[in-house]
Structure formats: structure tokens, C-alpha cells
């Protein structure tokens, strides 16, 4: 049988081993999960801003809005004459809703693959080993109890290293804050 991923490794490694390397504490990678998540941050903004037409898909998300506040409006008033005009459009904001969420899954499929093989080398990697031990804030405000209590059920055991968090968590943090910020400078007029 062909071994289809010890090439796709060996690209990887040639691409991560060398940022890796120089990681202040390569036994404890938290620079290097911080550089990886801003590289797929990137590579997911970039797709999002060049394939979804980013005022189309703004201007759906303001008339469902709009057609969603006047819908309540409409039912707290009891103003049945009004509902029933909005229920009449209610098939034409569908087909927005459906275009909408059409435009937002076409990044998706570009960049799946690439992220999903850059997920499995970090898991195969030094990486899989890290622990960043959190500030009690953040430890706290990232919800890391519940976390680890998930992981607990799942995986049997518990967490051993007050405040530490492993390599997936740490990346997530990392993700969103690097594409909020590359968000705002590529000119998103929204988040998310």
C-alpha cells in the first residue's frame, strides 16, 4: 500500500521544522502554535476576503436583520395583517439565507484540506507535547475548567498542571485573536 501522507509529512516538516527550530523553547512550543495559527488565520482570511463578496453578503445579513426585528415587532404588536405580509416574504428571505450561507462555505472548501493536514502534523509533531500555563484570568475566562472537565470525561484522567492549557486549546486562542486582528486590517466591515 501506498503511503500517501509521508510525502504530504515530509512537506510539512520541510515548511514547520524550521520556525520549530527557532522557537525560544522548542520543548515547549507556544511561539511556534502562535506563528502556525496566524499562518491558517491568514490563509482563511485571504480566502474569505477574495472568494465572498463581502457587501453582498453584508447587505443579506442587514435585510434579514431588518426582516427578523420587524417579524417581532410585528407579533408583540398582534398586528396579523402585518405578519401575514411578512410570512408571504418569508420564502424570499429563505433564498437569501440560503445564498448567504452558500457564499460563506465557499472558502471553506478551499482551505479544509490544508488546515485538516496542518492540525494532523502538529498532532504528530513536538507540538503535541505543549503546555502554555495560562494566566489565572485568562485561565478562567477561556472557560479551561469546563474544558478540562470535557477532556476528563472523553479521555479518562485529569489535568495535571494548574492553569495549563495543551496545544489545540492554545492554537484556538491564538486563531481567533490573529483573524479578528487581520479582520480589521484587511477591511472586514464585520467580525465573525
Not at 515547549?28 to 472568494?51: H, M, R
Amino acid at each position: 500500500m501506498v503511503d500517501i501522507m509521508g510525502p504530504i509529512y515530509g512537506v510539512l516538516n520541510a515548511i514547520f521544522n524550521p520556525i520549530l527550530a527557532m522557537d525560544p523553547n522548542p520543548a515547549n512550543p507556544a511561539l511556534t502554535v502562535l506563528i502556525i495559527a496566524f499562518i491558517v488565520s491568514l490563509i482563511t482570511t485571504v480566502a474569505n476576503k477574495y472568494l465572498v463578496d463581502q457587501d453582498a453578503l453584508n447587505e443579506r445579513q442587514k435585510r434579514m436583520q431588518d426582516f427578523n426585528k420587524e417579524l417581532r415587532d410585528a407579533q408583540k404588536r398582534g398586528d396579523g395583517k402585518r405578519m401575514a405580509e411578512l410570512q408571504a416574504q418569508q420564502a424570499e428571505m429563505m433564498k437569501d439565507q440560503t445564498a448567504m450561507m452558500s457564499d460563506q462555505f465557499k472558502p471553506m472548501i478551499v482551505t479544509f484540506v490544508p488546515i485538516i493536514l496542518i492540525f494532523f502534523w502538529m498532532r504528530t509533531s513536538a507540538i503535541h507535547d505543549l503546555v502554555v500555563i495560562l494566566p489565572t484570568t485568562v485561565y478562567w475566562v477561556t472557560l479551561t475548567p469546563l474544558w478540562h472537565a470535557i477532556g476528563s470525561v472523553i479521555y479518562g484522567g485529569q489535568a495535571t498542571i494548574p492553569y495549563g492549557i495543551g496545544w489545540l486549546l492554545w492554537y484556538m486562542i491564538c486563531t481567533f485573536g490573529m483573524s479578528q486582528i487581520l479582520r480589521k486590517y484587511l477591511g472586514f466591515k464585520q467580525g465573525f
